[in-house]
Structure formats: C-alpha cells, structure tokens
Nanobody, 126 residues
C-alpha cells in the first residue's frame, strides 16, 4: 500500500521558517502527483501546494510567495519550504500522493489525492 511519510514539523515564531519532507514508503515518487494539504483547528483538510512529475506546481493563494514545493525524484523526496510563517499557518500538514496515468486529471489542488500520510504538526506562535 502506498503510504506517504512526513517529517520536519515543529514550533516556530511568526516570521520563521520550516521545511517539511515526505517520502513514499516502498514506492518511487516518479509516477505520482505529490502535494501538501493541511488541517487546521476548525477541521477540514485544505490544499496547500501540489507538484507534478514534470515539476509543474499549484499553490493556494494564502501561501503564494511564502511556500515553495519541490521534489527530488532521484532521492525520492517531496519538500515544502515554508518561509515567513504566520500563526494562521498552524495546522497538521499531510503529504498526499496520486498516481498519474495517461489521460488522467492534472496535478492540481482541486483534484485531490488518493493516498495520505498521518501528518506532521506545524505550530506558529505570534
């Protein structure tokens, strides 16, 4: 079973930075649309950023200019670099994956993911 595994969460003050990482246990990310979604205190999982096999990315407006999603297909790792963090970024961040097939939906936030990690907590204090 495809299982994303996240790491890198923590607690920082507003204005600080964190970098999250994700790998797929036993699978290569080379065939998968990958992304980050977050679940805040009010519940509900919302898209943060996705990145396709070709490196094309999609971001939610709230993080544009502050977060950068990237992937290293050789090392089989997905990253989320988060800069200028704000208290409203506090959430449980989940890594997601969706296998890309010919003719399938593009790698965009609105099309979601099929596989989810358990999440890593990010807490930003003011």
């Amino acid at each position: 079973q495809v299982l994303p595994v996240e790491s890198g969460g923590g607690s920082v003050q507003a204005g600080g930075s964190l970098r999250l990482s994700c790998s797929l246990s036993g699978y290569s990310i080379n065939e998968y649309c990958m992304g980050w979604f977050r679940q805040g205190p009010t519940g509900g999982r919302n898209g943060v950023a996705t990145i396709g096999i070709d490196g094309t990315s999609d971001y939610t407006d709230a993080v544009k200019g502050r977060f950068t999603v990237s992937r290293d297909n050789d090392k089989n790792i997905l990253f989320l670099q988060m800069d200028n963090l704000k208290p409203e970024d506090t959430a449980l961040y989940h890594c997601g994956a969706r296998k890309m097939t010919g003719g399938g939906r593009p790698c965009l936030i609105r099309y979601g993911m099929h596989y989810w990690g358990e999440g890593t907590q990010v807490t930003i204090s003011s």
